[in-house]
């Protein structure tokens, strides 16, 4: 890579000017003409048969134009919602609708959906549709799904539990059985959600006569809401036009594909119009995916030196009352990546699905990784402990050193583990952290430190991978870069900006490339009659890895065009040439120089005589790149924290994190994200939880009851970055979207750990709000 | 029911129900979209638009209450093309993401620097601590606020500390 070009340049945002002047169109913006509103009717019950739905009453207000049930959805179209993920092929995929049919699986799942002239329309009708329910035991946690006499949620399966199986490499059974230590912990993940400050919305157009579907979805994988509205409404994916407009936020909630825009489009073709349906916030905790709840068992094998030789244990997935797109995936991912960065020969982690009458679960950034990465961290901790040797030590001796290392499911690139381990200790050096801690030791206040390491698999993916892991889609990415008439770029793709920088990563890497400034490329997105094709969408950490590669290679294909042109123009080879700022000039005759407008011009317009004669006119490169592997990112977080011993109150006073995610396009926008992922790592560490009560009703409601952290929780974040590229990738690039959230939760707890240890306190469920953290102290002292 | 007021310095007016409240009168009635609904429950901040020169959630008022009012939303903030010091600072650090928390930050932090000129970062932090950011971890929110204020620094990351009990925070729990 050149150096002090704009890869790895700190630019403003190309974004940003739209957002700050209040010009940027959300999908609440959108207004098309004739437009209905709507709204969905949702079970307040966890489990019951619907006896009967009544929506005379609501068809009749003024003002509906129409109200479906679940029976007519189902009626309307050609099939279940999909279900994109099936990691283990034998389970068991229950068929859902949009709406619910005749059973209720969740509280929240939706039971009829009205159109009317506005939503407060919409919503009065929705008070006169008459549900009758017939309850049915709620089977609303773990247990109760797992107990022997549990009642069943699905009546054409035996069991809550729809799937098993198993991630193994080595032989685990003689790790144990000749291990000097085996340690074990049971560890409690909550529901937890990624909560985009703009919630989830639709305007579908369904036009009855030329059947085609236009829609605005806050999505940030248009390609496969495409397909998914083609198997869903059986139509031929030409005809389906999906939109994104600017996003709010998505964190992986707005990844999957929800029945709630299956409804929006049914109630347009019925209508005839346009139809918008914008989920609100307190409906946003029942409809919207819900992540992260699991119960992870796990005992390690080790050698007196500290060496960890095996591990073993089950990952349950604690799903919901249906089958969100993601499927089980992330629990997938747990069980794939609990050894983390370490080298440990053998693996043997059951995978069990079980099916509860809660919200589906779904994707949030981090997907699987931040379970894993508690669990690893967690027990590097104990094993430290029981050994009497230094943590670090632990993680030293097993980090892995070689690479590629094939890990018990993916290979991973490359990694620096010990230099980025001394990298974040440096920082912790620098900013005094060891005498804070002394000092306040001293004052008898309780601050301690806590670290964890991260690896992480990012860029997914080749998609031969994706297939073998029952993805229904590919892991590709196309993007095109065309220079205009007048010499200005523009770079499609189709992945969704939704906040992350998208468009300024990839305008920097085509305008390094071309040698162009960046204010002359302009990134289109957003729309599928117009933007390239994208395997996967915006997720698992995959814009710039995988669009950010396909732009270099389209751009430096398109740079030799441009080259060639300019040879023949100037009369010199192309190999004589270079372009700095949009000039392309003879390397040492001053003067002898086009402009990238010349060339515009050249290959667009006056064409005679100055576009050689074997090329084709026009300036555009189209790349598919499908990676070879994944790209493997790390880092290491520390966590300065402080408890209050009466209170249980958790203050955080310091965060560092030592990252690596290849080479850097922006560390601005790198370092955003690790700072808003280190923000959902400190909420859900100590107060983000979605609670059902004990008849398996949503209690959660409001931001007043599911605690986002502010400003005045969240400390100051600080980042030391180094780069080591993925040389399977062009650009070197890594993906690290996800990065900031994995490694919080385990620094935070090791840190509190660490400010009391007086306690010996083992924390293995989370989140650890100052109820909870005060009674573990009290168990901990025995008072 | 007919509601006039004075928004970005212009004149207007339009019908609504009673019920309507001023952030759905603002963006739909009016066309104002920059002002944002995140919570519709006084929650997040983000509706969060200035009504006779305090900053007030828009979401938790009724467009009646508005009337006769002087309201500011994000629109108002920039002129003839240019952003205001506080947007341009915003935009040099990084103080946005997606952007949907920004309207009300921006307000927020308009009224803060009114009434208090030289603010510390705990007081920034305690400022904005009303106003949800589910994206950018708040760092760079702080020091685009700060950087509206003096002359922006030198780039050089700060050190990633506070002491201890300073930042001591009010947990809304
Ligand atoms: S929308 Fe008004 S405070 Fe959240
Ligand atoms: S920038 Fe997205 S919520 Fe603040």
Redesign the interface.
């Known amino acids: 890579m050149d150096v002090g070009g704009l890869i790895g340049a700190r630019v403003s945002r190309v974004e940003d000017v739209r957002l700050l002047t209040g010009r940027a169109r959300f999908v609440d913006d959108v207004r098309e003409p004739g437009m209905l509103e709507a709204a969905i009717l949702r079970s307040p019950v966890p489990h019951a048969r619907i006896v009967s739905v009544d929506v005379s009453k609501a068809a009749a207000l003024p003002g509906v134009s129409a109200v479906v049930t679940g029976a007519e959805v189902k009626a309307a179209v050609r099939g279940p919602q999909p279900v994109t993920w099936q990691v283990i092929p034998d389970m068991f995929h229950p068929r859902t609708y949009a709406l619910a049919v005749d059973k209720v699986t969740y509280p929240g799942q939706g039971i009829a959906a009205v159109a009317a002239k506005n939503r407060a329309v919409a919503e009065d009708a929705l008070e006169l549709i008459d549900v009758r329910y017939e309850e049915l035991p709620a089977v609303s946690t773990l247990e109760q799904a797992l107990a022997e006499d549990a009642p069943r949620l699905f009546d054409e399966w035996p069991s809550n539990v729809l799937g098993r199986t198993a991630v193994r490499t080595g032989d685990a059974a003689a790790a144990f059985a000749e291990a000097d230590v085996v340690l074990s912990a049971e560890f409690r993940f909550p529901r937890q959600m990624g909560t985009p400050l703009e919630t989830r919305g639709v305007v579908a157009t369904w036009d009855p006569f030329t059947d085609r579907l236009d829609v605005w979805l806050t999505t940030q994988a248009p390609n496969i809401a495409q397909a998914a509205f083609a198997e869903v409404l059986g139509l031929p994916v030409g005809r389906i036009r999906v939109r994104t407009p600017d996003l709010g936020g998505g964190f992986g909630n707005k990844f999957d594909f929800y029945g709630d825009e299956v409804v929006a489009c049914v109630l347009s073709r019925r209508t005839g119009k346009p139809v918008k349906l914008i989920e609100d916030r307190a409906e946003s905790f029942v409809a919207t995916v819900h992540s992260r709840e699991q119960k992870v068992d796990i005992e390690v094998a080790a050698r007196a030196d500290g060496t960890i030789t095996g591990m073993r244990g089950t990952v349950y997935g604690v799903l919901g009352g249906a089958l969100g797109t993601a499927g089980l995936s992330p629990c997938w991912v747990t069980a794939a990546s609990v050894t983390g960065p370490y080298d440990i020969a053998a693996l043997d982690m059951n995978l069990v699905g079980v099916a509860t009458n809660r919200t589906p679960y779904g994707s949030f950034r981090g997907y699987g990784l931040p379970k894993a990465n508690f669990v690893h961290e967690h027990m590097v901790e104990l094993l430290a402990k029981r050994l009497g040797m230094p943590a670090h030590d632990i993680r030293r001796r097993n980090f892995i050193k070689q690479f590629p290392h094939q890990s018990p499911v993916f290979v991973f690139d490359s990694g620096r583990y010990e230099e980025c381990l001394d990298l974040c200790l440096a920082a912790v050096r620098d900013a005094g952290w060891e005498r804070i801690r002394q000092d306040a030791r001293a004052r008898g206040a309780a601050v301690g430190i806590g670290y964890s390491f991260q690896n992480e698999v990012t860029g997914l993916g080749p998609s031969r991978i994706q297939t073998f892991a029952g993805s229904s889609h590919s892991g590709f990415d196309e993007e095109v870069v065309r220079i205009d008439s007048t010499g200005h770029v523009t770079v499609y793709t189709g992945l969704s900006a939704m906040g992350q920088g998208i468009h300024t990563a990839l305008a920097q890497v085509a305008a390094h490339t071309l040698g162009v400034p960046l204010d002359h490329v302009t990134v289109l997105s957003g729309d599928t009659d117009s933007s390239p094709y994208s395997g996967y969408g915006t997720g698992a950490s995959r814009g710039a890895p995988l669009g950010g590669a396909a732009v270099r290679t389209a751009a430096t294909r398109l740079k030799a065009k441009v080259l060639r042109i300019a040879g023949h123009i100037l009369e010199a080879a192309p190999e004589d040439l270079v372009i700095t700022d949009g000039v392309i000039a003879v390397r040492g005759v001053p003067g002898r120089t086009v402009t990238m407008a010349d060339i515009g011009d050249a290959a667009y317009r006056r064409l005679g005589g100055r576009l050689p004669e074997d090329e084709t006119p026009t300036l555009e490169e189209r790349e598919v790149y499908d990676p070879v592997n994944v790209a493997t990112a790390f880092g290491c977080t520390a966590v300065l924290a402080e408890v209050d011993r009466e209170t249980g109150v958790v203050t955080l006073l310091g965060y560092l994190i030592a990252h690596d995610c290849g080479t850097v396009i922006n560390p601005m926008i790198v370092d955003g994200q690790l700072h808003g992922g280190a923000a959902q790592a400190i909420g859900g560490a100590l107060s983000e939880e979605l609670v059902y009560d004990a008849d398996g009703r949503m209690r959660t409601r409001t931001f007043a009851d599911y605690l986002l952290p502010s400003a005045a929780e969240v400390p100051p974040v600080a980042i030391s970055h180094m780069a080591t590229p993925a040389d399977h990738v062009p650009g070197g690039f890594k993906g690290m979207g996800e990065s900031g959230v994995i490694g919080g939760g385990a620094a935070i707890v090791n840190a509190i750990v660490d400010a009391l240890p007086e306690y010996d306190l083992e924390i293995t469920a989370l989140p650890i709000t100052p109820p909870r953290l005060l009674a573990l102290m009290r168990k901990g002292t025995g008072r | 029911m007919k509601v006039s007021l004075t928004v970005n310095g212009e004149e207007v007016s339009a019908s609504c129900?009673p019920?309507r409240t001023l952030a759905d009168f603002l963006?739909h009635d009016l066309g104002?979209?920059?002002?944002?609904?995140?919570?519709?429950?006084g929650?997040?901040g983000?509706c969060t638009v200035s009504v006779d020169g305090a900053t007030a959630r828009s979401c938790c008022m009724l467009a009646v209450q508005a009337e006769g009012c002087t309201v500011t939303?994000?629109?108002g903030?920039?002129s003839s093309g240019e952003?205001d010091p506080l947007?341009e600072s915003?935009?040099?650090h990084?103080g946005?993401?997606?952007?949907?928390?920004?309207?009300g930050m921006?307000a927020t932090a308009h009224e803060l620097l009114r009434d208090n000129p030289d603010p510390t970062?705990s007081e920034?932090?305690?400022a904005?601590?009303?106003?949800?950011?589910?994206?950018?971890?708040?760092?760079?929110?702080?020091d685009a606020i700060k950087g509206a204020i003096r002359p922006p620094h030198d780039?050089q990351?700060?050190?990633?500390?506070?002491?201890?009990?300073a930042?001591?925070?009010?947990?809304?729990?």
């Open positions: 129900e019920r963006r104002y979209t920059g002002v944002h609904v995140g919570c519709e429950h929650a997040c983000s939303t994000i629109e903030l920039a952003l947007q915003f935009r040099e990084h946005l993401q997606c952007g949907f928390c920004t309207p921006l970062d920034i932090r305690a904005i601590s009303g106003n949800l950011c589910r994206c950018t971890g708040y760092q760079f929110i702080v780039g990351q700060r050190d990633g500390v506070v002491e201890p009990g930042a001591a925070s009010s947990r809304r729990k």
